[in-house]
């Protein structure tokens, strides 16, 4: 089934999620379409899906106890994947569609999944393990992270370094003040 996660990336890269066809897709991938649909059941499910295994979510966490090596660790995976030429080419796409209403909502449906697995767990265990405070705005705290990078990709047109990173996440954990 990667091979149709694949296949959904490449053709939402090309077409766009409005002409993105799972009939197509499951051609492509070399499927009958039932058997997509059949774990997919919708056009938004198998997008979700494939965006979120590109980006390295999984529903098993990244967990080496130190959250800051955690959110680093999350970060580069989700960098590599924007950075790459077909990720490049699917985020264009989703910002070039403008405010496609399933769209948005397959957006706030993988935001509110967040919390539930992948990187939302990295939050729950530090929060645990004392490293956060109970209160602590995951949906912030991730939006900021992504943010900043879609900032650098899109919109300074400069690369995501290892120091920007580095920097990024301290400010986020730490804070910008002094003393």
Same mark, same amino acid.
């Given at each position: 089934?990667?091979?149709?996660?694949?296949?959904?990336?490449? +053709?939402?890269?090309?077409?766009?999620?409005?002409?993105?066809?799972?009939?197509?897709?499951?051609?492509?991938?070399?499927?009958? #379409?039932?058997?997509?649909?059949?774990?997919?059941?919708? #056009?938004?499910?198998?997008?979700?899906?494939?965006?979120?295994?590109?980006?390295?979510?999984?529903?098993?966490?990244? *967990?080496?106890?130190?959250?800051?090596? *955690?959110?680093?660790?999350?970060?580069?995976?989700?960098?590599?994947?924007?950075?790459?030429?077909?990720?490049?080419?699917? +985020?264009?796409?989703?910002?070039?569609?403008?405010?496609?209403?399933?769209? #948005?909502?397959?957006?706030?449906?993988?935001?509110? +999944? +967040?919390?539930?697995?992948?990187?939302?767990?990295?939050?729950?265990?530090?929060?645990?393990?004392?490293?956060?405070? &109970? *209160?602590?705005?995951? &949906?912030?705290?991730?939006?900021?992270?992504?943010?900043?990078?879609?900032?650098?990709?899109?919109?300074?047109?400069?690369?995501?370094?290892?120091?920007?990173?580095?920097?990024?996440? *301290?400010?986020?954990?730490?804070?910008? &003040? &002094?003393?």
């Amino acid at each position: 089934m990667r091979r149709v996660l694949e296949v959904a990336l490449e +053709q939402l890269a090309a077409h766009g999620f409005d002409r993105l066809s799972v009939p197509e897709v499951a051609a492509i991938a070399g499927l009958n #379409k039932t058997s997509v649909y059949r774990r997919w059941p919708t #056009k938004g499910d198998l997008v979700r899906e494939a965006l979120s295994a590109s980006m390295g979510h999984t529903t098993e966490a990244i *967990d080496s106890g130190d959250l800051r090596a *955690d959110l680093l660790s999350l970060a580069r995976t989700a960098v590599a994947f924007v950075e790459s030429p077909l990720g490049l080419a699917v +985020q264009r796409t989703l910002l070039a569609e403008g405010p496609n209403p399933e769209v #948005k909502g397959l957006a706030a449906s993988m935001l509110h +999944q +967040q919390g539930a697995d992948g990187p939302g767990l990295l939050f729950e265990r530090a929060i645990a393990r004392g490293e956060l405070a &109970k *209160d602590t705005d995951i &949906k912030l705290v991730l939006t900021t992270v992504a943010g900043a990078i879609m900032h650098r990709i899109f919109i300074e047109q400069t690369p995501v370094t290892e120091d920007f990173l580095v920097r990024l996440i *301290d400010m986020l954990l730490f804070g910008v &003040k &002094k003393g």
